[in-house]
């Protein structure tokens, strides 16, 4: 039997937490970005080294299997050399100097610097799903620590003694690093993190899980007598598109990529394509299910939790007339569910889009059959905000352009012939979209440009070099680049 | 006796304007930049080219002075076209490029190319105190068009005929440019604006105004089931804090700044200065009083409901058993009010902070005597976000780097040795500041920056050129600057 995690964090002690915090504000915000990066390599360091320790506790909390851990361990640790990598560039300050100017046409102008500054404590919520990537050391702490901003996290209790061991790993290298007391604190419960996010010291918030939980806290954070912003990622249906021209050409790969996609880690990812929409006249019942036959076995899921909740999703998908399972049977919600896959019409679809575009998270996926590029389309206007949408197509495909254009205008990333499992963490990475896939549309949380959420400007308006930032002052000691009378490109 | 003005949009009309919009967004947003920005320029000639039939009928409804109002024109058609100059520079679409690299460290990175788009119909409430610059086509409306989103103006009462003629000049400038029909609409009427903040096809709303207006209308937005951003400017107090050297060596000019500041435009500035600290040892009422003599003719009030919110507050700040009055008669609070001058110290403001901490909209400011350094720097902890904060300082004054920090955490503009009315626009202005100056602080109103407000991004992950966005394009077209594996610059 496992051991106990750590209990809830009383009141008592979540104030502790806050007011360490917020005292630690200030100092952590005026680290040097060139001492901020060394104490987030130190950090990715640590949990390098800790992995021995780390993935075992990992494997036995969450049922992923050891080559995820590890590697999730690995991306991990390269986000915070990243960040390190944007803090001594420089550019997420996005430092801007207009002299003064006396012939400025609306009237004269002053002298008028302006930088990015941190906006102050965050609160973070850990996801079930990647206990390494987007928990206690993840994406969201790393960018608002990259920031200047301390984090209290919130684990998630479905993997508390992973949790409860990388904190006191981040803690350590922090304080070898000499980062001031308060910068990170790791919360456990329901009701602490909700104390957190209505708490005075709390300035913003980050979350990954469910659209009901990122709604509830992002209801909290804008309901606030002075309210904050709430970046929740609360998933998405991730639909694919493949032509009639991809299918002709590669039919065979396309669905041997799809079954794979759907079933990594048993379906238990924001980005699994949860939808399949193909030519009808294509759809063969037995192509499908020979696609599935390399990703049969079963697996336990996260947690209990999850399962309960993937059983009744799966229920509800399959009670709706207009669907049929083309594979699935009594394992299929078992203790180690088996994969299943369904399949339905767009007309059907379109009818009953209010039970059948619902994130059913697990290892099951939707086939669409569409007649025509007409239906493809109107099966494409269907979505509300995705994290992504996927195309397969040719080049040649008359239908490309318009169904690439329906995507992007709903999704934070388009994708073509490929799928949308894997997320790189690079400059260009969106990870986000519209609501509901997030509460947030202008930002992302992963890549260098999720360090935005947690920066807020301030200008400076003929303040003596003395009294300015460093990044703001003549002789740029920083090196950081900067804008200049309207030109990009100083530094 | 006036016109009458137009009558509220009925519920049936907004819904026209809204489809319109929303038809437009597609369109609009694909207009070019260099053809945007062309209609951009054509708004702001045909608006100064009718400036000679709008300030006369500014005049009438706001009492505001001929030259203020001139200037204000001046700053409204500068704002679009510094728009329409960013628009051609295209540095704010973000344009990133990762290309694929097999060796990223957590695996193969895919070709990722990320870019802004825009948000999609966007509703703008006018502000009462700007009928040009913050009001039809103001800096929220140049900003969403300059993003790509259609704007539906919410007019303000105040001015409702100017609305209507700034309106039908907009609308023909558009029309005449080639802008998509549905690009803008003007509406009237409290329950359309409300209507139009929950309507399906708004993407996000922007208003300058009160903070119970701002407040009631970012709740709605937060509230629907796709919640929006909505970002509200809703005053501030301006603090300006002057230390005892600067005292010392130029009091005189600091407080005839300060007189001419607080009366401008009869006070009815969200930049106006609130409360000026003084060292208390230097607080003469004579000299206060002196300075205020050039400025105390009284002058009409914006509009009837302002005169009665002025009146009101002005009276619960009188109130306060701390506060005396420096300045002030019965003309003070008649139908042409003179200014007022109120004074304090600093430990009855924070006793009474909850009354005293309050915008006075119109020609009031409160004085706040301090001790010393230490009650100095108090009395800056007391405010919560600001618009502005100001220092009168000497740069040997020992207080002052303690005083810039405290302020730089309040504040999104610190000013040295001068006044928060004028808000320059430019690359480097920040027009914001954290709860209660704004619902938004990662965000600006004033200076190109505020067309972040409109734009999120879409990574495109694989796609072939053809089928990329100009701005993604190996060939880079529109020549916009962008950032290609981590390097920026790439032109």
Same mark, same amino acid.
């Given at each position: 039997?496992?051991?106990?995690?750590?209990?809830?964090?009383?009141?008592?002690?979540?104030?502790?937490?806050?007011?360490?915090?917020?005292?630690?504000?200030?100092?952590?915000?005026?680290?040097?970005?060139?001492?901020?990066?060394?104490?987030?390599?130190?950090?990715?360091?640590?949990?390098?080294?800790?992995?021995?320790?780390?993935?075992?506790?990992?494997?036995?909390?969450?049922?992923?299997?050891?080559?995820?851990?590890?590697?999730?361990?690995?991306?991990?640790?390269?986000?915070?050399?990243?960040?390190?990598?944007?803090?001594?560039?420089?550019?997420?300050?996005?430092?801007?100097?207009?002299?003064?100017?006396?012939?400025?046409?609306?009237?004269?102008?002053?002298?008028?610097?302006?930088?990015?500054?941190?906006?102050?404590?965050?609160?973070?919520?850990?996801?079930?799903?990647?206990?390494?990537?987007?928990?206690?050391?993840?994406?969201?702490?790393?960018?608002?620590?990259?920031?200047?901003?301390?984090?209290?996290?919130?684990?998630?209790?479905?993997?508390?003694?992973?949790?409860?061991?990388?904190?006191?790993?981040?803690?350590?290298?922090?304080?070898?690093?000499?980062?001031?007391?308060?910068?990170?604190?790791?919360?456990?419960?329901?009701?602490?993190?909700?104390?957190?996010?209505?708490?005075?010291?709390?300035?913003?918030?980050?979350?990954?899980?469910?659209?009901?939980?990122?709604?509830?806290?992002?209801?909290?954070?804008?309901?606030?007598?002075?309210?904050?912003?709430?970046?929740?990622?609360?998933?998405?249906?991730?639909?694919?598109? #493949?032509?009639?021209?991809?299918?002709?050409?590669?039919?065979?790969?396309?669905?041997?990529?799809?079954?794979?996609?759907?079933?990594?880690?048993?379906?238990?990812?924001?980005?699994?394509?949860?939808?399949?929409?193909?030519?009808?006249?294509?759809?063969?019942?037995?192509?499908?299910?020979?696609?599935?036959?390399?990703?049969?076995?079963?697996?336990?899921?996260?947690?209990?939790?999850?399962?309960?909740?993937? #059983?009744?999703?799966?229920?509800?998908?399959?009670?709706?007339?207009?669907?049929?399972? #083309?594979?699935?049977?009594?394992?299929?919600?078992?203790?180690?569910?088996?994969?299943?896959?369904?399949?339905?019409?767009?007309?059907?679809?379109?009818?009953?889009?209010?039970?059948?575009?619902?994130?059913?998270?697990?290892?099951?996926?939707?086939?669409?059959?569409?007649?025509?590029?007409?239906?493809?389309?109107?099966?494409?206007?269907?979505?509300?905000?995705?994290?992504?949408?996927?195309?397969?197509?040719?080049?040649?495909?008359?239908?490309?352009?318009?169904?690439?254009?329906?995507?992007?205008?709903?999704?934070?990333?388009?994708?073509?012939?490929?799928?949308?499992?894997?997320?790189?963490?690079?400059?260009?990475?969106?990870?986000?979209?519209?609501?509901?896939?997030?509460?947030?549309?202008?930002?992302?949380?992963?890549?260098?440009?999720?360090?935005?959420?947690?920066?807020?400007?301030?200008?400076?308006?003929?303040?003596?070099?003395?009294?300015?930032?460093?990044?703001?002052?003549?002789?740029?000691?920083?090196?950081?680049?900067?804008?200049?009378?309207?030109?990009?490109?100083?530094?």
């Amino acid at each position: 039997m496992a051991e106990p995690g750590p209990s809830d964090t009383s009141s008592a002690e979540l104030a502790l937490r806050l007011a360490a915090a917020s005292a630690a504000a200030g100092p952590w915000g005026e680290v040097s970005p060139g001492d901020r990066a060394e104490c987030l390599r130190t950090v990715a360091d640590r949990l390098d080294a800790a992995g021995d320790e780390l993935i075992p506790l990992a494997l036995e909390e969450t049922h992923l299997v050891p080559g995820r851990l590890s590697g999730e361990l690995t991306r991990t640790t390269f986000q915070l050399r990243l960040f390190a990598q944007l803090l001594e560039e420089g550019s997420q300050l996005e430092a801007t100097i207009d002299h003064s100017d006396p012939a400025w046409p609306p009237g004269p102008r002053p002298d008028l610097r302006r930088l990015l500054v941190p906006l102050g404590p965050v609160v973070v919520f850990a996801a079930s799903n990647f206990p390494f990537a987007f928990s206690v050391a993840g994406g969201d702490t790393a960018s608002a620590w990259a920031a200047g901003c301390p984090v209290v996290l919130k684990a998630h209790p479905g993997h508390p003694r992973l949790s409860a061991r990388t904190g006191e790993v981040v803690l350590d290298a922090l304080d070898a690093s000499g980062a001031p007391e308060g910068t990170f604190a790791v919360i456990y419960g329901e009701e602490a993190g909700r104390a957190a996010v209505t708490a005075e010291e709390i300035r913003a918030g980050a979350f990954t899980g469910s659209l009901a939980g990122g709604r509830a806290l992002f209801d909290l954070a804008a309901s606030r007598s002075t309210p904050i912003p709430f970046y929740a990622e609360m998933g998405s249906l991730n639909p694919v598109f #493949v032509t009639a021209g991809a299918m002709r050409a590669r039919g065979d790969e396309i669905l041997a990529g799809y079954a794979q996609s759907f079933t990594l880690s048993a379906g238990q990812f924001c980005t699994k394509p949860g939808l399949l929409f193909l030519p009808a006249a294509t759809m063969d019942d037995g192509r499908l299910s020979d696609a599935l036959d390399p990703h049969r076995t079963g697996a336990p899921l996260l947690n209990e939790h999850i399962h309960r909740g993937y #059983v009744a999703q799966l229920q509800r998908l399959r009670d709706h007339p207009g669907v049929r399972t #083309v594979v699935g049977d009594a394992e299929s919600t078992g203790t180690e569910p088996t994969p299943t896959l369904l399949a339905t019409t767009v007309p059907e679809l379109l009818d009953g889009r209010d039970q059948l575009l619902v994130e059913c998270f697990g290892p099951t996926s939707l086939v669409v059959g569409y007649a025509d590029d007409e239906e493809l389309l109107a099966g494409a206007k269907a979505f509300g905000g995705q994290l992504t949408a996927a195309v397969h197509g040719e080049e040649t495909d008359a239908v490309v352009p318009d169904l690439v254009a329906i995507l992007a205008a709903r999704a934070g990333r388009v994708i073509w012939n490929g799928w949308p499992t894997g997320v790189s963490v690079t400059w260009a990475m969106q990870h986000g979209g519209p609501y509901p896939a997030t509460t947030a549309p202008l930002h992302t949380s992963v890549g260098t440009a999720a360090i935005h959420r947690f920066l807020r400007p301030v200008s400076f308006q003929s303040v003596p070099d003395r009294f300015l930032p460093a990044a703001l002052r003549d002789a740029n000691p920083l090196g950081v680049p900067r804008r200049v009378d309207g030109q990009a490109g100083d530094r």
